[in-house]
């Protein structure tokens, strides 16, 4: 039995619930009998029905005595649903093969147990990395409490952030990736210097996908309150410094939560920013500014991934980034691929491939 392709389709699954399924993770499943499948799941929304569940639903009665293949182990907790081990006991599936265990203290193992003391055989460890692939904020999350920062970074091939002259340095199939990067990330981080000069939305709208919350830092709150960004539907969060709170009300009453945090006139503490974040449960956040920001989260080595869109275009305004060398990490460079007439780079930091 090729237990790799069984799993490659339980992957394929739960990518249609990613971007959606935040706090929960993005899963999939299949049943397999007699060496085909019989029935196929993903966890489409947080509340909804999990994989497995959906799976042993498609199977019907062709579950019992099957093989489940799922890509994070299954819960032996109720949540806002019952647990997944006691559909999967009930269902009469004999053998179930798991991506990777689940680093939620309420899981953790303990739906594996629940498995075995059923009299269910555990295989651990199909496609493990590809598996955790699927949910990296939710990984960390779990185990710092804090976001999955990824940094984009759109750049000419001289490292400039932009060309005076353009709206945009990328071309249109770029800007439909960056609109796919922001509707599977909890939310989507700028500065208050990319509010004034570019004036951004923060929005998906190139393609389909739940709105991130958008995330704001400003250390003087000198960002205008028509600001396109806050025309947009969805939660919108304002970081401001202590000590600006009479220039919050404006704010709060269009419907933005201003959160105070450490910061002098220069810039927020990120460090708290992201911890405020991770305590309302935002498990991944896209980091998209200019070069002050950006520059700000490399030195601090907050930076989980980095996606670099390099445009073909040469020149532009400012520094050029990879000036800037001393701070730069040695990066591992995990994929590389076209979108339209750029090449988009992705890498991490080495330790966190370890």
Same mark, same amino acid.
């Given at each position: ?149 990824? &940094? $984009?970074?759109? %750049?000419?091939?001289? =490292?400039?952030?932009? !060309?005076? /002259? ?5 071309? #249109? ?96 503490? &990120? $460090?708290?920013? %992201?911890?405020?974040? =991770?305590?309302?449960? !935002?498990? /991944? ?5 200019? #070069? ?63």
């Amino acid at each position: 039995m090729d237990e790799k392709f069984f799993m490659r389709e339980a992957i394929r699954l739960a990518k249609k619930g990613m971007g959606w399924t935040s706090p929960n993770p993005a899963v999939g499943a299949v049943i397999v009998k007699n060496g085909r499948i019989v029935g196929r799941g993903y966890h489409k929304r947080a509340g909804l029905p999990h994989a497995e569940v959906c799976a042993i639903e498609d199977a019907g009665k062709n579950a019992k005595g099957g093989l489940l293949f799922v890509t994070l182990e299954p819960c032996a907790h109720y949540g806002r649903t019952p647990p997944c081990t006691s559909a999967i006991i009930s269902a009469g599936i004999k053998e179930v093969f798991i991506g990777h265990i689940d680093p939620n203290p309420l899981v953790n193992g303990k739906g594996i147990e629940v498995l075995k003391r059923n009299g269910i055989k555990v295989h651990v460890g199909i496609l493990e990395e590809e598996c955790k692939e699927l949910n990296r904020g939710y990984i960390k999350f779990m185990k710092t409490g804090l976001p999955f920062v990824t &940094l $984009k970074l759109a %750049l000419t091939l001289n =490292g400039k952030f932009y !060309i005076p /002259s353009m709206r945009y340095i990328s071309s #249109e199939t770029a800007l439909k990736y960056v609109h796919r990067l922001r509707a599977l990330n909890d939310a989507v981080l700028t500065g208050g210097g990319t509010i004034r000069i570019d004036n951004p939305r923060l929005s998906v709208r190139f393609v389909k996908g739940k709105e991130p919350v958008k995330v704001i830092l400003t250390a003087s709150l000198s960002i205008s309150e028509n600001s396109e960004v806050f025309k947009e539907k969805g939660e919108k969060i304002l970081f401001i410094p202590e000590g600006l709170s009479n220039k919050k009300v404006i704010f709060e009453k269009m419907g933005v939560e201003v959160i105070e945090v450490e910061g002098t006139p220069a810039g927020l503490s &990120l $460090k708290e920013v %992201l911890k405020k974040m =991770g305590e309302k449960k !935002i498990m /991944s956040v896209l980091v998209e500014g200019g #070069e002050k920001i950006a520059e700000s989260f490399i030195k601090e080595k907050l930076v989980d991934r980095f996606i670099f869109i390099l445009s073909p275009l040469v020149g532009g305004k400012g520094r050029s980034i990879f000036k800037e060398g001393e701070w730069m990490d040695k990066l591992r460079i995990t994929k590389v691929m076209k979108k339209g007439e750029e090449v988009v780079i992705i890498a991490e930091r080495p330790c966190l491939q370890e």
